[in-house]
């Protein structure tokens, strides 16, 4: 009678998705969320830290846009993807384009910009 989230079963046994997209999230019919394609998922190493980089443009982290030298985070990423995928949700449409990609590799910052019918609600 396991009733965790997937992320919670995820930090429990080190797993990391490193993929977690919109796309990548299904509606089950008992009305909960539920994350699929673990194509990209693997074990995590002790230290935490992930040589490979992997993602979809959009919903992946700046360290990992930059090809971070000493290893990625793929925890603190997949925290990162979960925020890109809250905020698309809510706005509609992804915070980062190219161009932010771009500014996030120069190690530039890049500001987020709410829609104004999004701002009124906060």
Known sequence: MVKKCNLELK???C??????????????????LKLGDF???????????????CGSTGYIAPEI?????????AKLSD??????????ITVNQIPFDRRDYILMNK??????KFPTRIVGML
């Open 39 to 53: 194509g990209f998922a693997r074990f995590n190493a002790e230290s935490g830290l992930c040589d490979t980089q």
């Open 65 to 73: 846009a930059r090809e971070a030298d000493g290893g990625i985070d």
């Open 107 to 112: 190690k530039k910052s890049v500001v987020v």
């Open 15 to 32: 797993l990391v998705h490193r993929d977690i997209k919109t796309e990548n999230l299904f509606l089950a019919s008992s009305g909960s």
């Open 11 to 13: 930090s429990q046994f």
């Open 79 to 88: 925290v990162w993807s979960i925020g890109v995928v809250m905020y698309s």
